[in-house]
Structure formats: structure tokens, C-alpha cells
């Protein structure tokens, strides 16, 4: 007899250190998410644990109302937006009341301006990394990465949206399941809607062909994440060679929104590290575009960090080169790009003027994919440019003269002795030379001027300081036998580092150059810790290098209490 789903997150939460999350996952409202929110939490609260509502949407539907009672509710807070009382959940509120588990429905929904965060999932997180755990519900076409398929299958644009990283990281995803004819019946009894919206529902959205294809892609989702964490465990054990996916970016692409959501989901069935790269020619250095170019491209790179990727500017005078030369480098497999309108044929003589077709001739071992972003119907066009015999090794099969590590932790090659804490606003030359001394001390490398040097270049090409505060220097190095990490935490930022956030946290990352999975490999460790948002505040929080230090180790913990996730 499977164990009941309310037992599994009773186990868990009562064994976890850390708030875990659990989601309820629909494919429409109304298929009862919320319902058996509420029913678990009256199961929990019947077991003894600490449970409230911290936000709940009656929507109007009595039962759920009449469900509600008897669980306890934190006030929402009160406040004034454009001259009208709007009601969000009180962060500080269930902070400050610290229950075990708190009831927060829907979320993907979007803040008031003014709130202490933008989206309600930002809100979980802080919850989550007070050591609460959470119980939530949201509807699948909320993905952000099936923003452009949602569109396409059932014409709808979904303005509310977070990261598929908050689906991948949830401890536990319950699939709240109703055939369709049942959904279209409860709509009709006014269990979901008013009455005045039932009409207009079931000629609109709530059609048959609507409600079949938000059940598939609900369905495949799951599918997705149960065979994603199984491979994650497999690939972990066997050391599985790196393949991974890179999306070219342009500052006049078409509709590059649709190639990074694209390349989110690749990378997703792949379980693949993904990078966003865009190649900044000296035609597009910020000095010369103009600020509304520049604008475009900022809101590409943050969407991009937001999916996932990680996010690179390289700067190159062929575009071509620079993306075949970063594939080597990174060990791509898979390379997506648009493909652009149709140009008089004066405008496509030049070194970048046929950037795709060109990329196509000169490509070897590459998995490239044309997407054509302007067409709906256009299904991706995906070359595989074998390597003919005799030529060198591909960009994506260099020759290994070391096995590449095969599960890395930041304990592995990381020390309190390598972890800097500056208290006052520092350069970022002054950065690197301190975390590169640290490195040098114990790790074998004499020539620290020389490590010094090739991390500079490195950030010649393109910077590793990012938007999101924070950094990702890295190089790989001659002679070192194991890869070293150095960890600098800043109090007031990089000084001459102009991002939207300031730079809090710069991971060192130097791996041996015989070894590039060992980079590859620990760059998506980097990015995964980037984007832990628990871990970010405890490290910001951490007053010497052993406090710091403890923090990381908690975070690679592993947690015998993770279950699989998946339909229950």
C-alpha cells in the first residue's frame, strides 16, 4: 500500500532543518488545488504540527471558505496603490509568528509595487529560509518557459509568471488531476467562477481543446521532473560526460525571449547546465548602442538568469568564432539561435552579416537548432554537424589527460583559509588578487602573478560580474592536479563595478586544464548556489570565513528526507 502524501510531508518536516516546499500542481482552476491545501493542512494540524494560512483565495467558493475554518490566519497587510486599499500576504507577519508549515496559495501571483518583494514566490523563499515550511499551489501554464507554448496552444498570454527553477527545486509535487468534462461540470454548478463568468468561461478558456492540452503539458511536466531527478542521480553516480546547451543572444534578435525559454526547456530534459552568450562586436560596445538597445538587451540577460542559464558577454569581432571558441570551452553540445528576417543581399556581405549559416559550415560536433521566432508554426531546425575523418577534435570531444570529477561540492576544494570577507567597498583588481593569494597558499600553484594574469583575460573577453550580485571569475590552469575554489564576500559591493545589484559574492573557480568538465561542472554548482536564495542570505550574513564556511557545508548536506517527486 503507497504511503499517504500527507505522511510523506509529515516525515519530512518534522526531519528537515531547513523550510521545505511542497506544490500542488494543476492545469486550470478549479481542478482543486486549493481544496486539498486546506485538507492537508487540517491533517497536519490533527498530528500536532504548528500550521496557519498565510494567504488564501476563497475566489467567492463557499466550500473552500467553509474548509478554511478552524485553521488559524495571519491578517493580511494593508496598503494604498494608486490610491486604492490592496490586501497582500504579511511576510513579517508569519516571520514574526514562526509557525511549522504555512498555507500560501497561489504561487505565481505578482506583488503590489512597494511590497517587500516583487512576486509571491520571492516571499515563499524568505519564508522558506526562515526555517518554515510551506505548503502552495499553481497552475502549470504559471512556467515560465512554457510562456511562448501556452500562447500558441490555447491563445492566451499569461502575464504572471515565475522561474521553472522554483518547480525543479520544490521538495515534493503533488499532481492535482480532474478530467476535463468534470472540470467543464464544476464550472457549471459555480464552484469555480461566479455566475456571471460561468458563460463566458465555458465559450472561451474552459473549451474541451483548451483544458485537453493544459492536462498534457501538466502531465509531461511531471513526467519531466520525475525523469530529471532520476537521471540526476544516475548521471551523479556514473560521472556522466558534460554536453551542454548555450543559447546565442543578439541586441536586435527577434524575440529572444522564445530561444532562451526554449533552451530552458532543452537543458531541462537534457539535465544540462545551460549559458546565455551574447558576443558584443566593438559596433555594440555600450558607448555607441543607444539606450533603448541597451534596455532590450538588459531585460534578455535578466530573463535568461531567471530561467536558469548562465549568462556570459564576450566580446569579439566575429561572432562566429567567439561562439565556436566559448563551446570549446564550455563543452556545449547543443548551440540554439534565431534565425533573422530575410536581408538585401548588400547588407549580408561581411564577417558577421550570415551569422547562422556561417555557424552551420564551421561547426563540427555541435547539435545546432534554428529557431525561427517570428513564425508560430515553424518547428525548430535541428543540424548535427558530424566531424569528418582526419579532422581535429571537435569543439565538444577535446581529449582528456584527467577523468573529470565526478560529483563536485565547494567542501571538496574549498576552505575557511580561502573564504575573504571585505567590510568596506573594494576594488575589483584588489578582489582578484586577494582570493588568487588565498588559492596559492595551499593548492600547489608558485606562480600566482602568472594565475593572476589569465583570470584578468578572462575577464577581458567578457565580465563575470553579473546583474544578480553575483560573480563567477574562473580560468583553468596549468599544472594544478585539482580543481580550488576561493570564496570573497563583500559587504558594500565592487566599487568599479557598475550592475543593478551590487556584488556580494564572487566564487573563484581554478580547474585543472587537462580536466574542462571539472569547470564546467563546477560553474553549474556556482549557478545552482546563485540561485538558493537561502544560501545568498546566510552567506551575506556570515561574520567570519568558519561561520561562512559552516553555511556552505550546511547547504551541501545531503537530506535523507527528500523524497522523489512526482504524482502521488
Not at 47 to 55: H, N, R
Not at 338 to 357: L, T, Y
Not at 373 to 383: A, D, S
Not at 515 to 528: I, N
Request: aromatic share 6%; with cysteine; proline share 5%.
Amino acid at each position: 500500500m503507497k504511503e499517504d502524501r500527507a505522511d510523506v510531508f509529515l516525515r519530512m518536516i518534522r526531519r528537515a532543518q531547513h523550510g521545505r516546499l511542497k506544490l500542488y500542481l494543476g492545469y486550470c482552476a478549479g481542478v482543486g488545488k486549493t481544496y486539498q491545501m486546506l485538507q492537508e493542512g487540517h491533517r497536519l494540524k490533527g498530528e500536532g504540527i504548528d500550521v496557519i494560512i498565510g494567504l488564501l483565495e476563497t475566489h467567492g467558493r463557499s466550500d473552500i471558505a467553509k474548509l478554511a475554518k478552524g485553521l488559524e490566519v495571519v491578517p493580511r497587510r494593508r496598503q494604498e496603490y494608486r490610491r486604492i486599499a490592496v490586501e497582500e500576504m504579511d511576510v513579517d507577519a508569519i516571520l514574526a509568528r514562526k509557525p511549522q508549515v504555512a498555507l500560501i496559495d497561489e504561487l505565481a501571483h505578482t506583488n503590489v509595487p512597494g511590497s517587500r518583494n516583487e512576486k509571491r514566490y520571492q516571499d515563499v523563499q524568505d519564508i522558506l529560509a526562515a526555517g518554515i515550511h510551506v505548503i502552495s499551489t499553481m497552475n502549470v501554464q504559471h512556467l515560465e518557459s512554457l510562456y511562448d507554448i501556452v500562447e500558441k496552444a490555447v491563445g492566451v498570454k499569461v502575464r504572471e509568471r515565475l522561474p521553472d527553477s522554483v518547480l525543479a527545486e520544490a521538495d515534493e509535487i503533488v499532481d492535482v488531476d480532474l478530467a476535463t468534462e468534470d472540470l467543464r461540470k464544476r464550472l457549471e454548478e459555480g464552484k469555480i467562477y461566479p455566475a456571471d463568468r460561468i458563460k463566458t468561461a465555458l465559450a472561451n478558456f474552459f473549451v474541451p481543446s483548451n483544458l485537453e492540452k493544459l492536462r498534457e503539458l501538466t502531465l509531461r511536466e511531471l513526467a519531466s521532473q520525475i525523469d530529471l531527478r532520476r537521471r540526476e542521480t544516475q548521471e551523479g553516480e556514473s560521472g556522466a560526460a558534460s554536453d551542454q546547451v548555450m543559447v546565442c543572444l543578439s541586441s536586435h534578435g527577434p524575440n529572444s525571449e522564445k530561444l532562451l525559454r526554449y533552451g530552458s526547456r532543452l537543458a531541462g530534459r537534457l539535465n544540462r547546465n545551460w549559458y546565455a552568450v551574447y558576443v558584443q562586436t566593438p559596433s555594440e560596445e555600450a558607448t555607441v548602442i543607444d539606450a533603448h538597445t541597451q534596455r532590450i538587451l538588459s531585460d534578455t540577460l535578466t530573463l535568461a538568469k531567471q530561467l536558469g542559464a548562465m549568462v556570459f558577454t564576450y566580446k569579439g569581432e566575429d561572432i562566429v568564432d567567439t561562439i565556436l571558441r566559448f563551446a570549446k570551452e564550455y563543452r556545449v553540445g547543443h548551440i540554439v539561435v534565431g534565425r533573422s528576417h530575410p536581408k538585401p543581399f548588400w547588407k549580408r556581405i561581411g564577417m558577421n552579416k550570415a551569422v547562422v549559416a556561417n555557424l552551420v559550415k564551421t561547426a563540427r560536433g555541435v547539435t545546432i537548432i534554428v529557431i525561427d521566432p517570428c513564425e508560430e508554426e515553424r518547428i525548430p531546425v535541428r543540424l548535427l554537424v558530424e566531424v569528418p575523418e582526419g579532422m581535429p577534435p571537435s569543439a565538444t570531444s577535446p581529449k582528456m589527460a584527467a577523468p573529470p570529477l565526478e560529483q563536485p561540492t565547494f567542501s571538496q576544494s574549498l576552505s575557511a583559509q580561502r573564504i575573504v570577507i571585505w567590510k568596506h567597498p573594494v576594488q575589483k583588481e584588489d578582489v582578484l588578487r586577494a582570493l588568487v593569494a588565498v588559492v596559492g597558499k595551499d593548492s600547489g600553484i608558485e606562480d600566482r602573478e602568472a594565475l593572476f594574469s589569465d583570470i584578468m583575460k578572462r575577464e577581458e573577453q567578457g565580465s563575470t560580474f553579473f546583474n544578480e550580485g553575483v560573480a563567477f571569475p574562473h580560468v583553468r590552469f596549468e599544472g594544478l592536479a585539482a580543481p580550488v575554489v576561493a570564496l570573497g564576500l563583500t559587504r558594500e559591493g565592487v566599487a568599479d563595478v557598475t550592475t543593478e545589484k551590487p556584488i556580494d559574492i564572487i566564487f573563484l573557480i581554478i580547474s585543472p586544464a587537462q580536466a574542462p568538465d571539472t569547470q564546467v561542472k563546477l560553474l553549474g554548482l556556482a549557478s545552482r548556489a546563485a540561485q538558493n536564495r537561502h544560501l545568498l542570505q546566510s552567506l551575506k550574513a556570515a561574520r567570519t570565513p568558519e561561520e561562512a564556511m559552516r553555511v556552505i557545508l550546511n547547504w551541501e548536506m545531503p537530506d535523507e528526507s527528500r523524497p522523489t517527486n512526482g504524482p502521488k
